[in-house]
């Protein structure tokens, strides 16, 4: 006979439910009927292995939906995130608190990149290096070489001294390609090495869609045992994964990857072969080489183009050769000189495997997407297949776990199509969970009247003057979220001299100091773009009104989008109803759901883009999101923001 005093086991209801642990473990926790149904659907997906593709509103409360049935089941789970933010929110606030609550015990590992590791042999490297560069670069190293000695991660979030964005870190970490890998005379005590057996040994592994592509993409080598192993794999985030995927499952070749070439071929050079000029020349000229090259594509940082009809400019195409030349010159040397050590022997692979790559990029090659981006001095060249769906499918294929895919954007309308044929899902089930927000009460949005085309002269003045009203209305925070970066500089020059309050502007500062500022100030107005559709959560007040100038679709000039709409078209596809359209009611939904992030939250919801009401897709967009009152006037989004919201005091 059971004892009376025996717990009831775990289960779903139990730990979520009404009278749940976790409403008795977490104060204010609320029983949320959405979480619930998601969590039975992860479960039964879990327990009968199959492919679940998960939409969980804001506030559905999706990480533990998932996190509960994936520490209730049995067998190794991997969780991947979008960012490596959200991957350390998950793994030291929301796990921990979910393991407290429920008693358990498990064997949870943290896992990133490489690049967010220190690497030992590179940090020697460095520390040899710079005696002869700067009083400030070797300062840092010697506080790193200190803080090497305590830190058990070695993870650069745990050392407090160096900015996120350091010029410095990349030099004390490895890659793929300059790992020494056992040959290293510090693989005993290596981060990443431990870090990685670490994973191999737990229960549950936390990593994000970056690490989670270069092990299924098995590119990553040493590590790419660790899903083959897995009983189950949710990917949070989900929209993300197929742009990431198809970054994997291509090839690049950077002028950041080139000048490291150069720089350790050169330390090793000068520690292992100082009777050597030659290859002390040679790795000297190839960081000059992509210099000059990066000069000749007088490119401003953050353009896209298409490779080969640039590489064809006369200019660039003798910069090109001649960058192709240096390596040559530098693979030969390390050729010969390979056989004097580990280190330059790892160099003249990456040589060889970056001479390879730059060869494939002087032809145009079928279902590749060859293209160049460029940041303010360097430049990555692309070779990316045009999509992963086959390949992403073949992968699926061959693990034998169950898979859940979730976000709060996966759907257009009630149709999960666009984002399942991108990935190559073919069986799966599927689910909705609406937000349980109060839209229909904290929420208004506002469908301006009259306002110009978009691509019209007069729109960024139009747009500026019913910014500015409502911002004057507005006690708390807003934001203005713009499509491109020409279209927000020409917004913050308008209202910069016209707003009684902070403007701060992307780019004028890193995207979380940005943000923290924003909150921090409760009534700033933050202009951004893309990149501030996503990943943004400001609750309260600090946040009270969001305007969209555009509907955000992706930019007809880009090469990768060109590249793609040509292969749909070829296929007999239509470009616009089965790529453009959705791919932008998701981003639309992204953007839109930075304005409620609590239950408390109230405020205002501004698409200006007059094809909402014009254009029949209008509906498709309206369609997606949370269903809340609509107006046309703006008297009426005054009087709601000054006495729903709360508006500006004098």
């Known amino acids: 006979m059971p004892d009376e005093l025996t717990a009831p086991p775990l289960t779903v209801e139990t730990v979520l439910g009404e009278a749940g642990l976790l409403s008795r473990a977490i104060p204010g926790f609320a029983v949320r009927q959405g979480q619930l149904d998601m969590a039975s659907a992860v479960q039964r997906a879990i327990d009968r292995r199959e492919v679940l593709v998960a939409e969980a509103g804001t506030g559905i409360g999706k990480t533990f939906a998932y996190l509960v049935p994936a520490l209730l089941g049995k067998g190794k789970v991997i969780v991947s995130t979008g960012t490596r933010h959200l991957q350390d929110q998950l793994f030291r606030k929301d796990l921990p608190t979910l393991l407290d609550a429920l008693g358990l015990r498990v064997n949870a590992v943290l896992l990133k990149g490489r690049a967010n590791y220190l690497c030992l042999y590179r940090l020697e490297q460095a520390l040899q290096g710079s005696r002869q560069r700067g009083h400030q670069d070797f300062r840092l190293l010697r506080e790193l070489d200190d803080w090497r000695r305590v830190t058990d991660s070695g993870d650069r979030v745990d050392f407090p001294l160096m900015a996120e964005d350091h010029p410095l870190w990349p030099r004390v970490t490895s890659t793929v390609e300059n790992c020494l890998g056992q040959e290293c005379p510090d693989y005993g005590k290596c981060f990443v090495v431990r870090a990685r057996k670490a994973a191999h040994d737990a229960d549950m592994v936390v990593i994000n869609h970056h690490l989670f592509c270069a092990d299924l993409a098995l590119k990553d080598t040493g590590f790419g045992e660790l899903l083959p192993v897995a009983d189950a794999i949710v990917i949070d985030e989900a929209h993300q994964l197929p742009e990431t995927a198809i970054r994997f499952f291509g090839e690049s070749l950077s002028s950041r990857q080139l000048?490291?070439?150069?720089?350790?071929?050169?330390?090793?050079?000068?520690?292992?072969?100082p009777d050597m000029p030659d290859l002390i020349d040679a790795a000297d000229a190839l960081p000059v080489a992509v210099n000059r090259f990066r000069l000749t594509l007088g490119?401003?940082?953050?353009?896209?183009?298409?490779?080969?009809?640039?590489?064809?400019?006369?200019?660039?195409?003798?910069?090109?050769?001649?960058l192709q030349a240096v390596l040559?010159?530098?693979?030969?040397?390390?050729?010969?000189?390979?056989?004097?050590?580990?280190?330059?022997?790892?160099?003249?692979?990456?040589?060889?495997?970056?001479?390879?790559?730059?060869?494939?990029l002087n032809e145009a090659q079928e279902q590749r997407i060859q293209w160049l981006e460029t940041s303010r001095q360097g430049f990555v060249l692309n070779n990316t297949p045009y999509d992963v769906a086959d390949t992403f499918a073949r992968h699926m294929e061959m693990l034998d776990a169950a898979w859940v895919f979730t976000s709060a954007t996966l759907a257009v309308g009630e149709d999960f199509s666009h984002f399942t044929r991108r990935l190559g899902l073919t069986e799966f089930h599927s689910g909705q969970w609406e937000s349980p927000f109060d839209y229909a009460n904290n929420v208004l949005m506002l469908l301006p009247p009259g306002m110009p085309a978009p691509a019209s002269r007069d729109y960024p003045r139009r747009f500026c003057e019913l910014a500015q009203r409502l911002i004057d209305a507005t006690a708390g925070g807003v934001f203005l979220l713009f499509t491109s970066h020409r279209m927000l500089q020409e917004a913050h020059a308008i209202l910069r001299h016209r707003v009684g309050r902070e403007l701060l502007a992307q780019g004028e500062a890193p995207r979380q100091d940005l943000i923290d500022r924003f909150r921090e100030l409760g009534n700033a107005v933050l202009l951004g773009t893309m990149g501030f559709w996503e990943g943004v959560d400001v609750r309260g007040d600090a946040l009270s009104c969001v305007i969209i100038d555009k509907l955000p679709f992706a930019s007809p000039g880009d090469p990768v989008m060109e590249a793609r709409l040509e292969a749909l078209r070829k296929r007999g596809g239509n470009p616009f109803m089965d790529y453009q359209l959705p791919q932008a009611v998701i981003s639309l939904k992204q953007g839109a759901g930075r304005l409620i992030r609590g239950v408390e939250d109230r405020g205002l919801l501004v698409l200006c883009d007059p094809r909402l009401t014009q254009k029949p897709y209008g509906?498709?967009?309206?369609?997606?999101?949370?269903?809340?009152?609509?107006?046309?006037?703006?008297?009426?989004?005054?009087w709601f923001l000054e006495h729903v919201v709360g508006g500006a005091v004098d």
């Open 328 to 360: 040559a010159e530098l693979l030969a040397q390390l050729d010969e000189a390979a056989i004097r050590s580990q280190g330059l022997q790892t160099c003249f692979r990456r040589a060889q495997l970056m001479l390879a790559q730059a060869k494939e």
């Open 299 to 322: 490119l401003q940082a953050g353009r896209r183009v298409a490779w080969q009809p640039l590489r064809r400019s006369r200019r660039v195409e003798a910069a090109w050769k001649e």
């Open 619 to 638: 509906k498709r967009f309206l369609a997606s999101l949370p269903q809340m009152p609509v107006v046309r006037e703006v008297d009426e989004a005054v």
């Open 259 to 273: 000048q490291d070439l150069g720089r350790d071929a050169l330390v090793e050079a000068h520690t292992e072969a």
